[in-house]
């Protein structure tokens, strides 16, 4: 039985200094998070700027919302959707020609429900090249999609 009570999140590094982190947010919200367009390249510079390794001619929509850009690769050519959610509490590359549809979810962290202090869980997750993620789909922790792969719309992938 879970006892949140019992919860301790110190192992889990955010990987970045509070006033980073702060800094991030502020960008996030200003140029990630507006329903109204922002130019991609603006959000490229951000998320690289923040230390995200980001190739070129990258497209983002509106109200992506990206946790730690710190933690995220994604390669030439991709396109991330309107109110895409990355969970970057791990490792997250997105390959070369890449499509992550809208409302998709990336989530590299999880609880362990069996343990009485509900742990945090976290794993890396790959998309390999040219890979289609589709609208509302989720993808969990740990998870390693081969090149190619089709994520269909509303399904969920697990380790």
Do not use: Y
Request: with cysteine; net charge neutral.
């Amino acid at each position: 039985m879970i006892d949140l009570s019992q919860f301790n999140n110190r192992d889990f590094t955010r990987g970045a200094s509070t006033w980073r982190e702060f800094l991030w947010w502020v960008f996030r919200s200003l140029l990630f998070a507006p329903w109204f367009p922002v130019p991609s390249l603006v959000k490229v510079w951000v998320l690289r700027f923040f230390g995200a390794r980001v190739g070129k001619s990258v497209v983002i929509r509106s109200r992506v919302n990206i946790t730690f850009p710190w933690r995220i690769e994604i390669g030439d050519h991709a396109w991330i959707g309107d109110e895409v959610m990355i969970l970057s509490l791990d490792q997250v590359t997105i390959g070369n020609n890449v499509c992550v549809s809208q409302r998709a979810f990336i989530c590299s962290g999880s609880h362990d429900f069996r343990s009485e202090t509900f742990d945090l869980v976290t794993e890396p997750i790959t998309i390999g090249d040219s890979s289609w993620i589709a609208a509302s789909a989720f993808v969990g922790p740990g998870v390693n999609l081969p090149c190619g792969s089709l994520v269909k719309a509303g399904e969920i992938v697990g380790k």
